[in-house]
């Protein structure tokens, strides 16, 4: 057995001094976490955000902050890595066991050339010149299938795409050939063919170099197309363990099943999505319930005709030249009724929904075409005369930790956009809309007076929705707003944008690369491709009869689980 965690329990001090107090983040009480890593194999942590599958496969390193303490037992063929002092462990590092995080952009240096970065380890760990280095690191970046690999050497981070940098974090893995690589969510803010292609790279790379995987992710259904075996964990402890095929077919534990369970698919679209308190206590009539008719003659919202926007791009010393984003998009969208806009990273999605909403600075390139809302073309109104569309236009992004003001209380982030539009009488009237909305997007008051970092990413997204709902607005515009949530409390957050569609008749225009997200919420999809339309229809349609290649590979893309994989 290549590695071997038995009994693992990590606390986290809180504190210091007489009064310290102790966090428990991998095991309860007596009972710890175990499983092992066979050679060749792959093993897969799932489980939502705090359920401990990070903190556990970087005990394995001691890559934790100092007030972490372990115990239980960490063998690594045959070595107790709990007792391995310092300089033990940073000879481990790289060499024999290599992770590949969430974040390219947080794990590479950006002062640093990619070069740089991958040459660094060879020569510590492997005693290559300088020269020997960067020929292996030009051959790592094409075999992680970079392109001009020669050429890629001499470029920064932010240079490359985050499918890029991704593959140049891998190629960083396998520099010095470790028996065992950690992969901690890998793919989870990369679009599904992307995450496809680094998931193949990743199942081909192990079996060319007879390495052994510990794959961390969120999604059953993309470690069921990637492991031998999985590991549930919840709250610091395992839930279940075993083969994939068993755990798919046959799931014994109520949360494995909720998991599998709360994920929306691309073969069904019911009214609401289950959640995991739902699934465990046995609530199934919420995912029952049929999906409420949309009105096909209700009044229309946005009219955008022929959209179009260009960026402009630093050519020579002094000139410039015209790169055209979006190339003549047109869609039409009813109160009430949800468009969504699907397309891999640079497709010019975002772009889209950001030219409508008046977000790129004129200066930085032209748009044209027409964007009619309200009988006024939103493109053609001057700054002054765009800010009380602002109020009835609102935009929630992906991240909810950069859009959320840090030096805000809730209170503040809600109130505040009330009293530049002037909506309530006094700052107490404030206050208590801000409440309310609060409570409809299932907060409670409490949370009025705590700032962003004391909440978990899906109460921020919440706080983002409340934000937008204070202004009263008639469109939303969705930039993946829920592409970066555990598939839980992305459940949680579909659900409740539905309830406010219904309740209130927003129109909301879904950008996302989850297609299965897309099947769930939109009414009509616009396909987009170097920022053309590529094809636009009904949900079902596109789903059911696709009629372009790039569309069918989008669906192709989506994981679909162990049974899709070995069918």
Known sequence: ?????????????????????????????????????????????????????????????????????????????????????????????????????????????PVFTIGHQLCEPMQRHLGLTRRQAMEKAEALLAEVGLPEPKRRLAAHPHELSGGQQQRVMIAMALACEPRLLIADEPTTALDVTI??????????????????????????????????????????????????????????????????????????????????????????AAAERVAKAKDPEAPVVLQASDVTKSFWIRSGVFGRREFQAVRGASFTLRRGHTLGIVGESGSGKTTLGLTLLRLHEPAGGPAGGKAVFDGRDLLALSREQMLPMRRRIQVVFQNPYASLNPRFTVAQTLTEPMAIHGIAASDAERTQRARALLAKVGLDEGALNKYPHEFSGGQRQRIAIARCLTLEPEVLVLDEAVSALDVSVQAQVLNLLKDLQDELGLAYIFISHDLAVVRFMADEVLVMKDGQVVEQAGVEQILAAPREEYTKRLLGAVPRGYVAATA
């Open 1 to 109: 057995m290549l590695l071997s965690i038995q009994d693992l329990r990590v606390r986290f001090r809180m504190g210091r001094g007489p009064n310290v107090a102790y966090a428990e983040a991998v095991g309860r009480g007596d009972a710890g976490v175990s499983f092992e890593v066979p050679e060749n194999g792959t093993v897969a942590l799932v489980g939502e955000s705090g359920s401990g599958k990070s903190v556990t496969a970087m005990s394995i390193l001691n890559l934790l902050p100092e007030n972490a303490e372990r115990q239980g037992t960490i063998r690594f063929q045959g070595r107790d890595l709990l007792a391995a002092s310092l300089a033990e462990l940073q000879a481990l590092r790289g060499k024999d066991i290599a992770c590949v995080f969430q974040d390219p952009m947080t794990s590479l240096n």
């Open 195 to 284: 995450q496809r292609q680094i998931i193949e790279l990743l199942a081909r790379l192990k079996d060319k170099h007879r390495m052994s995987m510990l794959f961390i992710s969120h999604d059953l259904g993309l470690v069921g197309e990637i492991a031998d075996r999985v590991v549930v964990m919840r709250q610091g402890t395992v839930r279940e363990q075993g083969a994939v095929a068993d755990i798919f077919a046959r799931p014994q534990d109520a949360y494995t099943k909720a998991l599998l369970a709360c994920r929306p698919t691309l073969d069904q679209r019911g009214a609401r999505l289950m959640v995991i308190d739902d699934h465990i206590a046995g609530n199934g």
